[in-house]
């Protein structure tokens, strides 16, 4: 009997011994090993990843010298890709081998996802749940690598929020924070604040420091060449005007001690020119000078990288931003050495205005993009409630990476809150590649499964998602009818009924809000009371501020209340003590803001029959066909045609034909250009229009043939009018 149970034990110990999993308990010490690269970020990595071993387990990580010892083992394989990274429990250990020093932080941190952790753990009070233990089992293996070299975010538009909250300036401390969330969202890319109320990055003490520690690349916006920020540091330290017709010789030696200031900094230079803060470039008038000043700047700009960096160029990670009237002078024959990244805009409202061609693909420098979801500008802001479309994001961005657009991707994040789920979103895209639109769904769910539980994640995407579509309609921001930087300020500061709604639409687009609000108020009650800040930060604030918004200026009766609604939910977020004037309510103080004196009257509806309203939008590809069915005893049919207002995806036209019964088609184009009336209306509604009258054949059943007849056309509806 005892052989028996003898062998009985021996055998279970050989069954668990075999299973060989990694199990870190509650209070036991863990101890890794990590092999040494030199780079700070590994080290920040490790202490990052005690903090969260420390928050979940209560435990103590040790860092111990020979591997033999370790639990959890980092160590350096070159044959991965750049900062990619391999994880595998094996014989009962974590490997985490990474290509580089980023490589094996991101790994290290990806331990702390396992663990539970969100990324979003300081910036949303997303407070980790405490685990008995943790299992790691046998055989899991991940091996990753980012799919865009440079991957990062744009502090802008900072006045109102993360400034003052920041105390007036955005040092070292406030940094940390940054790059903290930068590296857990695998990011390592930044363009610091740049107005004029922010001291510039490099002019605080600790800055440069802070960015290596956390193994950030430090760039500038479009219009900061060189390391510099020109809209605070001209005034500071520069001579004359900011002017490169007139003022050379001063301008170079304002991009020259900034070089030499920050050599050895991790770097990504921006080169080219535009005027102080955000304007055109001075000096110059007719296109030909444009040209002629903006191609010497760039050749001398590399000859001081060359001087002040390193002899060989092609080593310097560069940028050109052909941002605004800088796109025009691109296409006017400007020449970027091949290996500067070009790194192309969006319109400011999510619409890519160039993808590259052929040439510009294979470039040794490849492309970048340059994408918002924040703008303080024309037509009208959107810097309050991140309601950016994040399924606009992921088709646009889906088009830019298999476009070839794949070596830097930056967003413009505003003051970061509270737009986090969109900046998540975008740096997992650029981390992971892109998918196919009904991952962004996914993507929606497994966010809020992660920050809320199962339970409750298919509620929350619903809401939001709807959430999402109704902003895309119409941002809460623009529901007044107001715009700003317009000639007639005086006209365009007043409320007027938005153009295209109806009493029906009115009334659905309340009912539809208020159903949300009520929905986010209700299920607050199953949210865990640790997850309550976390829950009002992500979810209450945007959804019932938005749905306020939108009660002010639609339901007259309760105008009144909902502006003191939304006084009252942003009272609630700044009263949270780590975010106290984080959050303004009226960003600029635009009229939009303010209180409504005066009821909006909607007309009533237009009879009309829907042919065709897509879920989202649906894309045509060129010569594609899709046909439609509708009944009329009439002989003609007008139609509304509305369209997703993309810019042209190759060449400068985007065209498509409609035709009815096989009859003569008609075409149709709706490409717009820069600021022009019509891409204002399109941007703030986000559909481009175009009406078609079309004889009809014979009978009462009849079919529309749609075709596309360049690239790029993505449908939203098509309507026939009475």
């Known amino acids: 009997m005892k052989q028996f149970l003898l062998l009985y034990v021996l055998c279970a110990m050989a069954l668990c011994v075999k299973a060989q999993d990694v199990v870190l308990e509650r209070h036991k010490e863990i101890k890794v090993y990590a092999e040494e690269t030199g780079a700070p970020v590994l080290h920040t990595a490790m202490q990052m990843l005690q903090r969260d071993v420390e928050a979940v387990l209560d435990a103590r990580m040790k860092e111990v010298k020979t591997p033999k010892q370790a639990r959890i083992i980092a160590r350096l394989d070159k044959a991965l890709p750049r900062e990619g990274f391999r994880m595998e429990v094996k014989k009962g250990r974590l490997w985490v081998t990474g290509a580089d020093a980023h490589g094996m932080a991101y790994g290290l941190l990806e331990v702390s996802r396992l663990l539970g952790v969100s990324p979003w753990e300081w910036w949303a009070d997303c407070v980790p749940e405490k685990q008995g233990e943790v299992v790691l089992k046998e055989g899991l293996t991940t091996e990753q690598s980012p799919a865009v070299a440079y991957r990062g975010i744009f502090i802008n538009d900072e006045d109102w929020g993360i400034l003052p909250w920041s105390g007036g300036v955005i040092g070292p401390e406030t940094n940390e924070k940054i790059f903290q969330l930068m590296l857990r969202l695998r990011a390592n890319y930044y363009w610091p604040s740049m107005h004029e109320v922010s001291k510039p990055f490099f002019t605080i003490e600790g800055n440069r420091e802070m960015a290596h ?243 409750l994640a298919d509620t929350l995407a619903s809401i939001m998602t709807d959430h999402y579509r ?27 009924p938005i153009d295209g709604w109806s009493k029906e639409d009115v009334k659905k687009r309340v009912e539809t809000y208020q159903r949300l609000s009520d929905a986010v108020e209700t299920l607050e009650q199953d949210v865990p009371q640790h997850r309550k800040d976390t829950y009002f930060q992500l979810v209450k604030y945007p959804v019932q501020a938005a749905a306020q918004m939108n009660f002010k200026f639609l339901v007259p009766e309760r105008s009144t209340h909902a502006y003191d609604s939304i006084a009252s939910l942003t009272h609630i977020y700044n009263s949270n003590p780590r975010w106290r004037g984080i959050m303004d309510m009226a960003p600029r103080k635009l009229p939009v803001f303010g209180k409504v004196t005066e009821p909006l009257v909607y007309p009533e509806a237009q009879p009309t029959h829907v042919l065709f309203d897509a879920d989202t939008w649906l894309l045509v590809r060129l010569g594609e066909k899709r046909t439609f069915t509708f009944e009329t005893s009439d002989d003609s049919v007008r139609l509304d045609i509305r369209l997703l207002p993309t810019h042209p995806v190759k060449g400068d036209r985007l065209a498509f034909s409609v035709s009815v019964d096989g009859g003569e088609p008609q075409r149709f184009e709706y490409q717009t250009y820069d600021r022009s009336e019509e891409w204002k209306r399109n941007v703030l509604r986000n559909y481009a229009q175009r009406f078609a009258t079309l004889q009809t054949g014979e009978g009462e059943r009849h079919t529309l043939t749609f075709e596309a007849l360049t690239e790029g056309v993505y449908l939203r509806s098509i309507r026939r009018v009475q």
């Open 213 to 455: 520690k956390y193994g950030i690349y430090v760039g500038g916006s479009h219009c900061e060449p060189m390391g510099t920020s020109p809209a605070t540091e001209w005034k500071l330290r520069g001579e004359g005007d900011y002017n490169y017709v007139t003022n050379k010789e001063h301008v170079q030696r304002f991009w020259a001690e900034r070089l030499e200031e920050v050599k050895g900094q991790d770097m990504v230079y921006t080169i080219g020119m535009r005027g102080v803060h955000d304007g055109a470039m001075q000096g110059v008038k007719t296109q030909a000078d444009k040209l002629k000043y903006l191609q010497q700047v760039i050749d001398d700009q590399r000859e001081m990288l060359r001087a002040h960096v390193n002899p060989d160029i092609t080593s310097i990670p560069q940028v050109f931003v052909p941002y605004k009237e800088v796109l025009d002078i691109y296409h006017a024959g400007l020449n970027v050495p091949d290996d500067v990244t070009l790194m192309w805009t969006d319109d400011n409202y999510g619409y890519i205005r160039h993808f590259p061609d052929s040439p510009e693909v294979s470039r040794k420098g490849g492309n970048g993009l340059y994408y918002h979801i924040s703008y303080w500008g024309r037509p009208h802001d959107y810097l309050w409630l991140g309601t950016f479309s994040p399924f606009l994001m992921h088709q646009q961005l889906t088009e830019a990476y298999e476009r070839g657009i794949r070596q830097m991707w930056i967003l413009n994040v505003g003051d970061i809150k509270p737009a986090e789920y969109q900046i998540e979103d975008f740096l997992n895209m650029a981390w992971e590649g892109v998918g196919a639109p009904a991952d962004e769904r996914h993507a929606l769910r497994q966010f809020h499964a992660r920050e809320f539980g199962e339970a």
């Open 470 to 496: 109704l902003a895309f309609d119409h941002k809460p921001e623009h529901t007044g009818g107001t715009r700003v930087e317009e000639s007639d300020r005086q006209y365009w500061s007043t409320f007027r």
